[in-house]
């Protein structure tokens, strides 16, 4: 089986950075404009609905525009023109169109202490330092099965030695080849899609991470133009191994800057508090984070490229933490939809 799975996957080439899943676009952008502002509909203004046809049919018309302007920006996302989107995106807010996008009230910039966020019931050492180890469990899991079973080859159809060396032979030119020409990517496919079969928990809590960074970057005004869920679709979907998850975005404002060697307190801003959605996602859920540490030591690659000291980073950190819990607890509903 490995040896057929690894002649499918000859043609692939490992490739870094995030993946971008074709096609779930619509049911994301869909739900992010049906909450528009993520807040819930008063239950006045939903009575007075009820008993007007006149403005049930003000609303249809509303949901329509809204669902016009995905298709719009879907596809001008798929045509690679993603500055356009963001544009579009910009255009149809100003027109009340996209209530939601880029709408996030964000919390004073300054200096929280770690009392304060913990005022704010956000525990910095559980969000923050995240630990993925149901996979690592996997793993080990599926290394004791592969002994278990040559070891039980040797006894029901009595190996010799010759036998037992080529099967060695076999099994360490494969892990060779992996680690040597996908780093690793064929293992990690086998293990997140057994990991995927065999925890509901663990496909949830991948779907709301990725959701989070989502919704966290479509209201501070950052377009998503893809997400992927899983090893395998982002395998299927971009031809890439290693990625276990990710969501792209429509980041051309941020590139600019980073090439011009300049970057704006707002882009830094946005930046930040996008690459902790996931992480305070799951805070949220259970309290820890298990997944998202490459988010984590991106942030810490950028501030440290930025040339922060260490109170500096830190306070960019703790106020991007705050904001970031606090948008996604006002906006649990539309995370539940996304996902």
Not at 4 to 29: H, K, V
Not at 95 to 103: D, P, R, T
Not at 210 to 237: I, Q
Not at 295 to 319: E, H
């Amino acid at each position: 089986f490995l040896f057929l799975l690894l002649l499918l996957l000859l043609n692939c080439r490992t490739r870094g950075g995030q993946s971008r899943q074709r096609g779930g676009m619509a049911r994301g952008f869909g739900a992010c404009l049906a909450s528009t502002s993520g807040r819930p509909v008063p239950s006045t203004v939903a009575v007075g609905l009820r008993g007007s046809h006149l403005r049930r049919s003000s609303l249809s018309a509303a949901q329509a525009d809204k669902g016009v302007s995905a298709q719009r920006i879907q596809a001008e996302v798929d045509a690679g023109r993603r500055g356009t989107a963001t544009e579009l995106a910009r255009e149809l807010k100003k027109a009340g169109v996209l209530e939601g996008f880029g709408g996030a009230r964000l919390v004073p910039k300054r200096s929280y202490t770690l009392e304060e966020l913990r005022l704010n019931k956000i525990e910095p050492t559980a969000l923050l330092s995240p630990r993925e180890d149901y996979l690592g469990k996997i793993s080990s899991y599926c290394q004791r099965a592969y002994l278990t079973g040559i070891l039980s080859g040797c006894f029901v159809f009595h190996w010799d030695v010759t036998n037992v060396f080529y099967v060695g032979a076999f099994s360490l030119g494969l892990v060779t080849i992996d680690k040597v020409g996908y780093n690793g990517g064929i293992e990690f496919l086998v293990v997140e899609t057994i990991g995927r079969m065999l925890s509901r928990a663990y496909v949830e809590r991948v779907s709301r991470h990725e959701a989070g960074h989502f919704l966290v970057a479509y209201m501070m005004g950052v377009l998503p133009s893809g997400y992927t869920l899983s090893a395998w679709n982002a395998l299927k979907n971009n031809k890439t191994l290693g990625v276990q998850a990710g969501t792209a975005f429509c980041d051309d404002d941020f590139q600019k800057e980073v090439a011009s060697g300049k970057l704006s307190s707002g882009i830094l801003d946005k930046f930040c508090c996008i690459a902790l959605a996931g992480v305070a996602q799951e805070f949220i859920d259970h309290g820890n984070a298990e997944g998202g540490m490459n988010d984590i030591r991106q942030l810490d690659f950028l501030l440290s490229g930025l040339g922060f000291t260490q109170k500096k980073a830190d306070d960019q950190i703790r106020w991007s933490t705050l904001n970031t819990v606090l948008l996604l607890r006002q906006n649990q509903n539309v995370i539940d939809k996304l996902a």
